[in-house]
């Protein structure tokens, strides 16, 4: 890790709350390597390395989100799109910067002073990770959840971000964050019109970004300028037993025992977790009993693959 220079981000710590979506401000619009050159080379680096997600700006907010790239392919290379992005049409995201030594310093940078605030809160800060996403005007995102708590930062240009509660079970079912948890599907996660008024919204400029909590459902809209945004992301030990109790969860209703809602009865929620946890333990020690290789429960980074590297 490194030394994080102060206040690249800026948001009220003191009240911080894990799992509360919060305004923030940063100080990176300038930042050289997240100019448009600079993420031109990037782009070349990691496309070499499968490290790339595009798509036309044919997807919408339905747009299912894992098949966006192939039902709304961009043929073009990264630097060709990049270098074009105002005409392109397209979507881009630059997977897991962190896997990329000189991104991964600036990942460390902002992460390791965004870890002062939040470790008394939520301690545990592991498998970091770092997403770019360079748009041309009007494209989409598709609305969808992640696993990760998310620091998402507009860099370029002006974009509205959708965001819901994570416990919002009227944007996303207690089952289909289950089913995404157990099997990163999201198949379940379906976008209808009237969920807009439902989110909070941010209208992002450089200089200006949102705070989410761990699977809350977004949805972003690009201006009439070409954007760059990008995001720092981690998971903690909260989101990790979060995800095991929605994963178990999934795992009893697919077995034809349907949970009570989540939060109903706190000491089953608590006795589902802990045999959860003791699952995943088991599994882990079978794994290794039969010598096979378990990756670490709290890696530093997120590993380089499409979804993140997200722990078990």
């Given at each position: 890790m490194t030394n994080a220079p102060s206040n690249l981000l800026q948001l009220e710590w003191p009240g911080f709350d894990p799992w509360r979506i919060q305004a923030v401000a940063?100080?990176?619009?300038?930042?050289?390597?997240?100019q448009l050159?600079?993420?031109?080379e990037l782009g070349r680096r990691l496309e070499r390395r499968g490290l790339v997600r595009t798509h036309s700006d044919g997807a919408s907010a339905g747009t299912?989100?894992?098949?966006?790239?192939s039902?709304?392919?961009?043929?073009?290379?990264?630097?060709?799109?990049?270098?074009d992005i105002r005409d392109a049409r397209a979507w881009m995201s630059l997977l897991n910067v962190q896997t990329d030594p000189v991104y991964r310093q600036l990942v460390d940078a902002v992460l390791d002073e965004a870890s002062l605030h939040t470790e008394r809160v939520d301690p545990g800060m592991h498998h970091r990770g770092g997403w770019i996403f360079i748009s041309s005007p009007h494209a989409v995102t598709p609305f969808?959840?992640?696993?990760?708590h998310n620091f998402i930062?507009?860099?370029?240009?002006?974009?509205?971000?959708?965001v819901w509660d994570?416990?919002?079970?009227?944007?996303v079912s207690e089952r289909a964050r289950g089913r995404f948890h157990r099997m990163h599907e999201r198949d379940l996660i379906r976008w209808r019109e009237e969920l807009r008024e439902r989110a909070h919204v941010f209208d992002l400029e450089p200089g200006q970004g949102a705070y989410m909590p761990s699977t809350s459902p977004h949805m972003v809209e690009n201006g009439d300028e070409p954007s760059i945004t990008v995001s720092f992301t981690y998971f903690?030990?909260?989101t990790r037993r979060e995800a095991r109790l929605h994963a178990f969860r999934d795992w009893l209703h697919s077995g034809g025992v349907p949970p009570p809602p989540l939060g109903r009865y706190p000491r089953f929620d608590r006795a589902v977790a802990a045999g959860a946890h003791a699952l995943v333990g088991a599994h882990r020690l079978a794994q290794r009993l039969l010598g096979r290789k378990v990756a670490p429960e709290r890696a530093a980074y997120a590993a380089a693959h499409l979804f993140g590297g997200a722990p078990d």
């Open positions: 940063h100080r990176l619009s300038g930042h050289p390597l997240l050159a600079a993420l031109i299912p989100f894992n098949d966006a790239p039902l709304h392919p961009n043929a073009r290379s990264a630097a060709d799109t990049l270098g969808h959840i992640d696993k990760e930062l507009q860099i370029h240009g002006r974009k509205r971000v959708y994570h416990r919002d079970t009227v944007a903690t030990d909260a």
